[in-house]
């Protein structure tokens, strides 16, 4: 990271300055390490960034990649800006001779938390049209990196997605369902939506690649979002996260509202414990536990949005 002494103290963890746009720092930091979870910010550099971190990766004798990509990152056509930058990175991975694990996960769950504001005042929205996502939780992805850490699946390409494909009604359905009051469902026309991100002072090339992407969900170019696969069941042993249990967790808090204090803090206890996560810096419910650098996703904005 640029700023490792701002990283939260916890034993056993050690921060480096990384730069990405500096590739004379990648040797330094990788040395040591054993696995590299790599993970970048979607960028017309990401391409030449992930390449050098896994040529400095082969030059210091890393032992292992876990990569993140995208579903659709393996078609002959990638569809969208996104698959095609990350079609390269993986090809480099393949030909580096470094052990490695190529995950490519459907859309996150955790973007509908971009628009958790205009949830919970009634509305959702995202231009999806009538087309069905297998949206897939991040904490499972999380599950497959450090399960595939230890080397049982090396060499193998992994798709990751929820337990079903459902459309913005249903995203909606749940969603009212977490929040106790009702969430109405909006596609926006592509003109709407590129006008809304241009608004958010969006760099144009992600608006263009968001935008075609959409396109192609909207007009039935991109079936493969809509796909169910048993790989996380078959890492983890364990059925994916539904949706309707990612809605609940994230959502469920607001409900707490007039009960007694000491019920709320209750309530909050039991729901970190049962999710396994009482750490005090949270950000996501997800942190790859690696020994190794350990990049640590942060969707907060579209910028951050993982694209198919």
Known sequence: ???????????????????????STYEAVLKGIDTLCLITPSDPHQVTREIGLIEA????????VIKLSVTGADFVCPISVFAQWHAEIEDALRVSGIAHVILRPNFFMQNALLQKASIEAGLYSEPLATASISYVDIRDIGEVAVLAAGGRRDDEALTLTGP???????????????????????SPDLTNFRATLAGGKFPYWHIDALTD???????????????????????????PRSFR??????????????????NQVSARFWSHLLNEDLSPDRDWPIDSGFDGLSLKPKCRQASDFIGI
């Open 1 to 23: 990271m640029r700023q490792p002494e701002l990283l939260p103290k916890r034993p056993g963890r050690q921060g480096a300055h990384l730069d990405l746009d500096d590739p």
């Open 57 to 64: 990766a082969k030059k210091v004798g890393v032992q292992r």
């Open 164 to 186: 079903e494909a459902i459309d913005g009604e249903q995203v909606c359905a749940f969603l009212s369902q977490a929040t106790g009051k009702v969430v109405r469902f909006v």
């Open 213 to 239: 992407l959409y396109a192609r969900v909207q007009t039935g170019r991109a079936q493969h979002t809509s796909a169910v696969t048993a790989d996380i069941e078959s890492v983890t042993g364990k059925r």
């Open 245 to 262: 249990e990612f809605a609940d967790a994230a959502f469920r808090a607001r409900r707490s509202h007039g009960r007694p204090v000491r």
